[in-house]
């Protein structure tokens, strides 16, 4: 329980992050993304999907959960590099 409370702390205040750079993106529509940016959207779509699957198939969320947690191992390296 410990340690799907974290992942749920660490879930919602990146989700809040997101929400408050949504209005600065807006005026950058045809800015490239980048490296970072793109692993946080790949991020959030394998949390929302882990989510949807595990109403139905729990083995196939939790592994969607250890990719999302991968995934964010990369995000972490890439913050610290900056």
Excluded: C, H
């Amino acid at each position: 329980m410990l340690k799907s409370a974290s992942l749920y702390n660490r879930m919602s205040s990146f989700i809040k992050k997101l929400k408050r750079n949504k209005f600065n993106n807006m005026f950058g529509l045809f800015k490239r993304k980048t490296e970072l940016e793109k692993l946080e959207i790949k991020y959030k779509d394998l949390l929302k999907e882990a989510y949807q699957l595990s109403k139905i198939n729990r083995s196939k969320s939790d592994q969607k959960t250890f990719e999302a947690e991968e995934v964010f191992k990369q995000i972490e390296i890439l913050k610290e590099k900056k």
